[in-house]
C-alpha cells in the first residue's frame, strides 16, 4: 500500500492522503559546478576591483627595455614585450609602429640615464664626468653602445645629450665646428672602449691569464719589445689593458690645446 492510495480501516474509506515529492539528493558534479561558478564570480569582482594600468609608449618601452637588457635585441621581439604586459601583440601597434620604433625608444631611454655636463670653470672635469656617466651608463646596457651610432634620427633624450654637451664645449672656448669634433672624438672613445670592455676581459686575473696562454705563441727574439709586454701582463703588473681614463686624458688634453 502506498502514501497515495485509500486506506481502509473497517468498513469506511478514508481521505487518501496526498504525495509529497523528495528532493534529489545533490551529485558531486553538481557540487563542483556551482562552487566553479561561485569562484569564477568572486575572481571577476577581484579583477573588477582592481584594474589593468592602460596600455601606453612609455609602458611598451619600459618593458622592451627590460627584456633587451635580460637578453639582448637579437630576443626582443613585438610578442615578447605583448607577453610581459599580458596583451596581444596586435595592441602594441596603436602606440608603436614596430620593432625598429621601440629599439629607437629605448636607445633613447638610455640617452636620458645619462649625466650632462653644466658650467663650471673645470670644464675638462665636467667632460671627465659626463663621460664616465656615458660609460657606466652603456654598460648597464650592453646592446647600446652599437645604437647610439645607428643611423637614424635622434630622439628628444638623445638631442637633449648632444645639445648640452655642444652647448658646453662652446661655451668654454670651442667653436661651433671644434665643438662638434670634440664631442665626436670623445664619444667614439666612449662606445669603442665600451664595446670592448663587453667582449674582452677587464679584470686582473682574466689579463694574466690570456697573456700567459699568448705569451708562449710569442717568439722571444723576434718580437722582443711585444714579448716583454705580454710578460707584464703575465705577471698581473698591469690592472688595465684599455684604459678609459688614460685615453679619455689624451683626448681632452689634445683638446685643451685647441682653445
Same mark, same amino acid.
Given at each position: 500500500?502506498?502514501?497515495? #492510495? $485509500?486506506?481502509e480501516?473497517?468498513t469506511?474509506?478514508?481521505?487518501?492522503?496526498?504525495?509529497?515529492?523528495?528532493?534529489?539528493?545533490?551529485?558531486?558534479?553538481?557540487?563542483?559546478?556551482?562552487y566553479?561558478?561561485?569562484?569564477?564570480?568572486?575572481?571577476?569582482?577581484?579583477?573588477?576591483?582592481?584594474?589593468?594600468?592602460?596600455?601606453?609608449r612609455?609602458?611598451?618601452?619600459?618593458?622592451?627595455?627590460?627584456?633587451?637588457?635580460?637578453?639582448g635585441?637579437?630576443?626582443?621581439?613585438?610578442? %615578447?614585450?605583448?607577453a610581459?604586459?599580458?596583451?596581444?601583440?596586435?595592441?602594441?601597434?596603436? =602606440?608603436v609602429a614596430?620593432?625598429?620604433?621601440i629599439?629607437?625608444?629605448?636607445?633613447?631611454?638610455?640617452?636620458?640615464?645619462?649625466?650632462?655636463? $653644466?658650467?663650471?670653470?673645470?670644464?675638462?672635469?665636467e667632460?671627465?664626468?659626463?663621460?664616465?656617466?656615458? =660609460?657606466r651608463v652603456?654598460?648597464? =646596457?650592453?646592446?647600446?653602445?652599437? #645604437?647610439? #651610432?645607428?643611423?637614424?634620427?635622434?630622439?628628444?633624450?638623445?638631442?637633449?645629450?648632444?645639445?648640452?654637451?655642444?652647448?658646453?664645449?662652446?661655451?668654454?672656448?670651442?667653436?661651433?665646428?671644434?665643438?662638434d669634433?670634440a664631442?665626436?672624438t670623445?664619444?667614439? =672613445?666612449?662606445?669603442?672602449?665600451?664595446?670592448?670592455h663587453?667582449?674582452?676581459?677587464?679584470?686582473?686575473?682574466?689579463?694574466?691569464?690570456?697573456?700567459? %696562454?699568448?705569451?708562449?705563441?710569442?717568439?722571444r727574439?723576434?718580437?722582443?719589445?711585444?714579448?716583454?709586454r705580454?710578460?707584464?701582463?703575465?705577471?698581473?703588473?698591469?690592472?688595465?689593458?684599455?684604459d678609459?681614463?688614460?685615453?679619455?686624458?689624451?683626448?681632452?688634453?689634445?683638446?685643451?690645446?685647441?682653445?
Amino acid at each position: 500500500m502506498t502514501l497515495g #492510495q $485509500t486506506l481502509e480501516i473497517g468498513t469506511g474509506p478514508t481521505t487518501a492522503l496526498p504525495t509529497t515529492a523528495l528532493p534529489a539528493p545533490l551529485s558531486l558534479t553538481s557540487v563542483a559546478r556551482a562552487y566553479s561558478v561561485s569562484s569564477a564570480m568572486t575572481q571577476s569582482s577581484d579583477t573588477k576591483t582592481t584594474p589593468r594600468p592602460p596600455l601606453t609608449r612609455e609602458r611598451i618601452l619600459r618593458a622592451a627595455l627590460a627584456l633587451a637588457d635580460a637578453q639582448g635585441l637579437a630576443a626582443l621581439s613585438m610578442r %615578447k614585450v605583448a607577453a610581459e604586459l599580458s596583451v596581444e601583440a596586435m595592441s602594441l601597434y596603436n =602606440h608603436v609602429a614596430n620593432k625598429e620604433a621601440i629599439i629607437a625608444g629605448i636607445t633613447d631611454l638610455v640617452a636620458g640615464e645619462i649625466t650632462l655636463p $653644466t658650467p663650471d670653470f673645470d670644464w675638462q672635469g665636467e667632460m671627465r664626468a659626463r663621460s664616465r656617466s656615458a =660609460h657606466r651608463v652603456l654598460l648597464r =646596457h650592453p646592446w647600446a653602445a652599437a #645604437q647610439f #651610432q645607428a643611423p637614424r634620427a635622434p630622439g628628444p633624450n638623445m638631442m637633449t645629450y648632444l645639445d648640452a654637451t655642444l652647448g658646453f664645449l662652446i661655451a668654454v672656448g670651442f667653436t661651433p665646428a671644434q665643438a662638434d669634433h670634440a664631442r665626436n672624438t670623445i664619444d667614439n =672613445h666612449i662606445y669603442g672602449f665600451t664595446i670592448q670592455h663587453l667582449t674582452r676581459p677587464g679584470r686582473a686575473r682574466d689579463i694574466a691569464r690570456q697573456a700567459r %696562454k699568448q705569451l708562449k705563441s710569442i717568439p722571444r727574439d723576434t718580437y722582443p719589445s711585444l714579448y716583454r709586454r705580454t710578460e707584464d701582463l703575465a705577471q698581473a703588473k698591469s690592472t688595465e689593458v684599455d684604459d678609459f681614463d688614460f685615453g679619455l686624458t689624451l683626448i681632452l688634453d689634445g683638446l685643451d690645446a685647441l682653445r
